[in-house]
């Protein structure tokens, strides 16, 4: 069974920063294009960042030049640097991995992330 476990969520303080990670299991990691995304209170999830298996990453508007997306496929994991953060940016995170062909796609539990003073 794939496992995706999200790590590195907690609360900061806004304009600190925090790094999330996902550790994948049972896939082969390098075929997959993986993403983060969120969910806040009241709130359809939403794409945060996504990076594919060739290593092109795209960014929500809100977070470009706060947040960066990075893989390292050696160790099955993607990441989140978030910097900058702020108020808005306060959700359960997941991460996600999606296998083109055949289609799969698979979640994580998520990982809380509040951004408070």
């Known amino acids: 069974q794939v496992q995706l476990v999200e790590s590195g969520g907690g609360l900061v303080q806004p304009w600190g920063s925090l790094r999330l990670s996902c550790a994948a299991s049972?896939?082969?990691?390098?075929?997959?294009?993986m993403g983060w995304y969120r969910q806040a209170p009241g709130k359809q999830r939403e794409l945060v960042a996504a990076i594919t298996s060739g290593g092109s990453s795209n960014y929500a508007e809100s977070v470009k030049g706060r947040f960066t997306i990075s893989r390292d496929n050696g160790k099955n994991t993607v990441y989140l640097q978030m910097n900058r953060l702020e108020a808005e940016d306060t959700a359960v995170y997941y991460c996600?991995?999606?296998?083109?062909?055949?289609?799969?796609?698979?979640w994580g539990q998520g990982t809380q992330v509040t951004v408070s003073s």
């Open positions: 996600n991995a999606v296998l083109r062909f055949p289609r799969a796609t698979h």
């Open positions: 049972r896939i082969i990691f390098g075929l997959y294009d």
